[in-house]
């Protein structure tokens, strides 16, 4: 058997340019951080100028190359103007990572609010911000890998994409559909285009961010409530997730050490998928 790889470079992305939608929420400035501090330049997109800015220059202030960009990930137009950016500051874009997503309080059932009384508006911006934004982006920024026949694109999908969970309707279902997009699509250009392109995805367990914090955790004392003390009976390891545990993942998608991988979804849950509750 020969060894015909080298384990120095085999994580390497040095050099290379990402964009990362979402990329100052929680887990999206995490890995925006883990990218640049692994040599790449990174462009992070969110719908505010001052958190993509801020993440930019802590990036910055560490060594790291970066810009932020404000930008709606639902506009064609704006992302093409993103594009533009991009390219003419760092060059053609190599990795993109889709982490533009959340919830709406009015697509989400409970006590007060029933399944037949959800808001069709919520339940629309809930598929927008996670599915379609995710298509969109695909087909901006990877046009250009189409067209040079190389590049990755790393989806964010969600724990509720493999398993529904109770009272979460539209953001299970559009993470459902990222899942089956992420599939389809690494086919599509890996055949139309090129196996160079890989398409895979990664779906987070439970992590504590600000989006499920009142849900996981009493505010007021910090205790977990009954759904999050639920949450953690069903995780094998026994807490939840810190943003950097998906730093080990993100890296080895986006590097030469997957080039074998493509149309996967990867869960990063502490066991949570694997465990069938007895």
Not at 23 to 42: F, K, T, Y
Not at 54 to 82: S, T, Y
Not at 151 to 172: D, E, F, K, Q
Not at 207 to 228: D, V, W
Request: overall charge negative; hydrophobic content about 45%; some cysteine.
């Amino acid at each position: 058997m020969s060894n015909n790889f080298d384990v120095q470079t085999l994580f390497n992305v040095r050099g290379q340019t990402a964009v990362i939608t979402g990329g100052s929420g929680g887990l999206g400035s995490a890995m925006s951080h883990a990218l640049a501090q692994a040599g790449a330049r990174v462009a992070i997109v969110s719908l505010r100028p001052e958190s993509s800015g801020k993440v930019a220059a802590a990036i910055q202030a560490e060594g790291g190359e970066a810009i932020g960009i404000p930008c709606d990930v639902n506009d064609r137009a704006a992302l093409e103007r993103v594009l533009e950016q991009v390219t003419s500051t760092f060059g053609p874009i190599d990795i993109l990572v889709n982490g533009a997503g959340g919830n709406r309080p009015q697509a989400v059932t409970s006590s007060e609010l029933s399944f037949f009384d959800l808001d069709n508006q919520a339940i629309d911006e809930v598929f927008a911000l996670n599915f379609t934004s995710t298509l969109k982006c695909c087909q901006v920024f990877g046009r250009g890998m189409a067209e040079r026949g190389q590049g990755c694109i790393i989806n964010i999908a969600s724990m509720t994409s493999l398993r529904p969970l109770t009272r979460v309707v539209a953001y299970g279902a559009a993470k459902a559909a990222v899942t089956n997009f992420t599939q389809w699509l690494a086919v599509h250009m890996a055949q139309e285009f090129s196996p160079k392109i890989r398409v895979n995805a990664i779906a987070p367990g439970f992590f504590l961010t600000e989006q499920n914090r009142a849900m996981l955790t009493n505010i007021q004392t910090g205790e977990f409530t009954p759904r999050g003390q639920s949450i953690l009976a069903h995780t094998p390891a026994g807490r939840l997730g810190d943003a950097e545990d998906l730093v080990g993942a993100l890296l080895w998608l986006a590097s030469p050490a997957s080039s074998f991988v493509t149309g996967t979804v990867i869960p990063v849950d502490g066991g949570f998928s694997a465990f069938s509750g007895v």
